[in-house]
């Protein structure tokens, strides 16, 4: 039997009845948000302290259940700095934007992101059961005056009815799981009622921040809208509690398949040893990592951000080094509304006409030989080609090489070329401009 799991809980909470502790209504009314609070549950820094007594902080609420966690004594305590303030948050660096995936441009409607060709992210609430401080939506997260309301979720939902092109609906906020049971299920009823949306998604960290909040009653309702997909956010081993894993084991009972996103952050899991304790904690429990993200350039962010190569050293260290599902892909939400881009080490070293040159991750170096003779796909026969889903404007490479179209051009490559055209008269007088040696005719002189 591999070690159990630690359940924790702070000394000042020695005496609160099980009932209480274990209720979610009890834990969210009791979450701490001043320094008074906090500073009896562990001994604030300066820092700390300064920072909680700031005007204009992003929203600070933690679950007596999520501090318990923390080891009072160490003041770089990874789930510490996750939901602790300290005033350097408050410093803005290069490339800081509110709002740096342009969610709000992509945004057909209030709280309705429509950024890929098949999926659309839907914020239901700005709520949440406790607040991490780099918080990649903190330009509206938090503020409940923000929230959406019911002619919003009116809106969201009759852009994805008249949208076919959406089979895929991701519930997110905010938490989605701190609704009021009977909204959500409205939600997901209405959401299930439009027949091309396929699957469900719910994004939340409330098994992190609030495990008890996921009890028979909710899982009884998320499986009556299958296909029902979940991802949760886990960002260091201590987090992967005795409670989470009893969450997780009721969500996946209720056929609900699990998924983590992590955020690496410096200082608390960017280390190739952390990342590789938490895949492991996270497949006992059932969760398959999913995401590792780069951390977003959004205010607050700036003293958890690390260069990219620590991503990749990290990709380095799990793929081969232990089971492949445990290996998330790490991905950086291009700013100004990229998207998502995978990133992972180089494992193709070189190729010829045949062959192709591979290293694996213990850098044994090794060959591929191709076919010579590859009869390629004919997609004349084939039904799905031949009936594929349209994806206007955003086919990308994939049209490329579908040999429909053969360049994508940048914004006002056209300009360009037009003014080309215009100074054309002028390119005979203008010939001393052409590089040198360009043909067979050309000289130096002139
Ligand atoms: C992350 C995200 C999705 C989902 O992306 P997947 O790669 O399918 O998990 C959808 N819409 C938006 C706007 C997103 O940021």
Request: proline letters at 8%.
């Amino acid at each position: 039997m591999p070690v159990p799991f630690e359940s924790r809980r702070a000394p000042a909470y020695r005496d609160v009845p099980d009932e209480q502790w274990n209720n979610w209504r009890w834990q969210l009314s009791h979450r701490l948000n001043s320094a008074e609070e906090i500073g009896a549950i562990i001994e604030l820094t300066d820092s700390e302290r300064q920072a909680l007594n700031t005007k204009g902080l992003f929203r600070v609420d933690i679950t007596p259940y999520f501090i318990s966690l923390i080891r009072p004594d160490d003041p770089n305590d990874p789930i510490r700095q996750q939901i602790i303030p300290r005033i350097e948050e408050m410093e803005a660096f290069t490339a800081m934007m509110e709002d740096s995936l342009a969610e709000d441009r992509h945004s057909p409607v209030p709280g309705l992101v429509h950024r890929y060709p098949d999926r659309v992210l839907m914020l239901v609430t700005t709520q949440c059961a406790s607040y991490c401080r780099y918080c990649t939506r903190s330009r509206i997260v938090g503020d409940p005056a923000a929230t959406f309301n019911r002619q919003e979720f009116e809106l969201q939902l009759d852009y994805i009815r008249r949208t076919p092109q959406v089979r895929d609906v991701l519930l997110s906020g905010g938490d989605p799981l701190v609704l009021s049971p009977k909204i959500l299920e409205e939600l997901l009823s209405r959401l299930r009622e439009i027949p091309h949306v396929e699957v469900l998604r719910i994004g939340t960290r409330v098994p992190v921040f609030l495990p008890m909040r996921v009890t028979d009653e909710l899982t009884d309702m998320l499986q009556k809208y299958h296909p029902l997909w979940m991802n949760i956010h886990v960002n260091h081993p201590n987090e992967v509690t005795a409670e989470l894993a009893q969450a997780c084991d009721k969500l996946s009972r209720a056929g609900i398949p699990l998924g983590n996103q992590t955020v690496l952050m410096a200082g608390i899991n960017d280390c190739v040893h952390i990342q590789r304790e938490l895949v492991h904690r996270l497949v006992r429990i059932r969760v398959r990592p999913y995401y590792l993200y780069q951390a977003d350039l959004v205010p607050g962010s700036g003293r958890f951000r690390t260069p990219m190569a620590k991503g990749i050293e990290i990709i380095e260290g799990l793929r081969g080094h232990t089971s492949g599902f445990a290996v998330p892909q790490y991905s950086i939400d291009a700013p100004g509304g990229g998207g998502k881009v995978t990133i992972q080490p180089n494992y193709v070293v070189s190729m010829s006409d045949h062959k192709i040159i591979l290293r694996n991750f213990e850098g044994f170096i090794s060959t591929y030989e191709e076919p010579t003779d590859y009869k390629p796909h004919d997609p004349k026969t084939c039904w799905y080609c031949q009936n594929k889903r349209p994806e206007p404007g955003q086919a990308g490479l994939t049209a490329l090489l579908d040999g429909n179209d053969m360049f994508i051009k940048p914004e006002g490559f056209d300009d360009l070329r037009e003014r080309s055209t215009l100074h054309h008269r002028l390119r005979d007088r203008e010939s001393k401009w052409k590089p040198l040696g360009i043909g067979p005719g050309d000289s130096q002189e002139d």
